[in-house]
């Protein structure tokens, strides 16, 4: 049996996953309140794309400043900014593989979801952690893996329920947990669990772990 990860939700994008003694957390951005802290108990930080609302610059340039152990991974345009770091920080596309504090990840995906054709296409990338937990960041990118858990962003200016429908079915999960959920109201949150469930347009159900609590995967 696999030793269990334990998944925390903070707000929006952010998750910090745990395995024994390795941790580490994914997209602590600007409207995650606790990401300083976050970020201050883990090892390494894995971010999927540029956007503000995932990735906390000025948080993670004193991160590194204040940790030389500290270890954090994205696409090149966002590492790209501490070349002065590079034992530090490691710029990361598809068909990438690394080790994170104990974890292995693998990453796919190359672009932003579309928003409109107005807004530039931004880097994006997803982490398949573990060979279980896939975090796509702002993206509806199917990865040529098995995925366990799968974390589904359900609000923002790109996200379509059809098309989030339809990627979850596309991938498979045995387990799905709401992301990228902050623009949704409590009812909002319910709302998206119900069309994306097993009652409506996808196999799995979709589950909401609160803000500050923690999932055993």
Request: charged content about 20%; glycine content about 6%; proline content about 7%.
């Amino acid at each position: 049996m696999r030793p269990t990860i334990q998944l925390t939700k903070h707000a929006h994008a952010c998750v910090t996953l745990t395995r024994d003694e390795a941790r580490i957390v994914i997209d602590p951005g600007t409207f995650t309140p606790d990401a300083a802290e976050a970020v201050a108990a883990a090892a390494a930080v894995l971010i999927t794309h540029e956007h503000f609302d995932h990735f906390d610059e000025e948080l993670i340039a004193k991160a590194l400043e204040a940790r030389a152990e500290l270890r954090v991974y994205g696409p090149q345009s966002v590492v790209g900014r501490w070349e002065a770091r590079r034992g530090q920080v490691t710029a990361v596309a598809a068909g990438d593989r690394f080790t994170a504090a104990g974890f292995d990840v693998a990453v796919f995906g190359e672009l932003h979801a579309p928003i409109h054709r107005a807004i530039p296409r931004v880097a994006n990338v997803g982490y398949l952690v573990d060979e279980r937990v896939y975090h796509p960041g702002d993206a509806y990118h199917v990865p040529p893996a098995p995925v366990d858990t799968l974390l589904l962003p359900t609000s923002g200016p790109w996200t379509k329920v059809g098309e989030a429908a339809d990627f979850m079915n596309e991938v498979g999960p045995r387990k799905a947990i709401q992301i990228h959920e902050v623009m949704l109201s409590e009812i909002g949150q319910q709302s998206m669990t119900r069309f994306l469930g097993p009652d409506m347009l996808t196999k799995v159900p979709l589950e909401i772990v609160p803000i500050g609590e923690t999932a055993d995967l």
